[in-house]
């Protein structure tokens, strides 16, 4: 026995309301990611359209450094010529830009697709432009690796943990100034790093050696 339907041919039996709330959470979220975009979109011309000459170097010399981690394998090289803690703190930060950066570039990239902002409709000035990547856009690769290893190694090394905030904030910003990443993109990307550097940590743990309990001393003979 089949379901009446209208003249349209939808279902009119006890079933056909479930579809009307199914559509409209649907729309509820197309809207609301359109206006995310939108406001994503507006930051990036809003950066695109500020003149700081002075910064405009320096943050294009920023980036061209975390190209590849290779600023976070620099500093990590530096840390492992100390102590114990510093050692073990690059090692879990360089574990933590691993996970973070095949996260972000393996799995995040694939899934999401989002075309690279449009730089020159924008008119970012030349003087900040970087190679453009031809990779998706979706979450930015250099913001989870500078995060992941800024976390890592902060909460290893607590010392370093506010000049590793800056520095991996800078690293995000500046893929935003430079015109290859749009805001919702770093912020993305600084999920997926704290993400990774949890994973790495846990790791860690999970495979240092404890130290084992202490034995109670023997009672003193009366």
């Known amino acids: 026995m089949t379901e009446p339907t209208d003249a349209d041919g939808n279902t009119a039996g006890p079933l056909a309301p479930a579809a009307r709330p199914v559509r409209s ?4 979220l197309a809207a609301v990611l359109g206006d995310l975009r939108a406001v994503d979109g507006a930051l990036y011309a ?9 910064l405009d170097r320096a943050l294009r010399r920023l980036s061209h450094a975390a190209d590849h ?7 990590a090289a530096a840390l492992a010529l100390g102590g114990a803690r510093p050692r073990r703190a690059a090692a879990v930060g360089v574990g933590a830009v691993a996970v973070a950066s095949a996260c972000a570039n393996l799995l995040g990239k694939r899934l999401v697709r989002r ?7 924008a008119r970012v000035t030349v003087d900040r432009h970087v190679p453009m990547p031809t990779s998706a856009s979706f979450p930015s690769g250099h ?3 500078a995060v992941a290893f800024a976390t890592a190694v902060g909460v ?18 500046s893929r935003v100034h430079t015109g290859v990443h749009y805001p919702g993109d770093v912020a993305a990307g600084a999920v997926v790093g704290v993400a990774g550097a ?13 130290t ?7 009672p003193s003979p009366v």
């Open 212 to 218: 084992p309990a202490a034995c109670p001393a023997p």
């Open 25 to 28: 959470r649907r729309r509820a």
């Open 198 to 210: 949890a994973a790495a940590l846990a790791a860690a743990t999970a495979s240092s050696p404890r």
């Open 46 to 54: 809003a950066v695109a359209a500020t003149p700081t000459p002075m």
């Open 156 to 173: 290893v090394l607590p010392a370093a943990a506010v000049p590793l905030g800056a520095l991996a904030s800078a690293v995000g910003y």
């Open 69 to 75: 981690s290779k600023l976070w394998l620099g500093i």
């Open 115 to 121: 075309p690279r902002p449009d730089r020159e409709a």
């Open 143 to 145: 913001t989870a690796s």
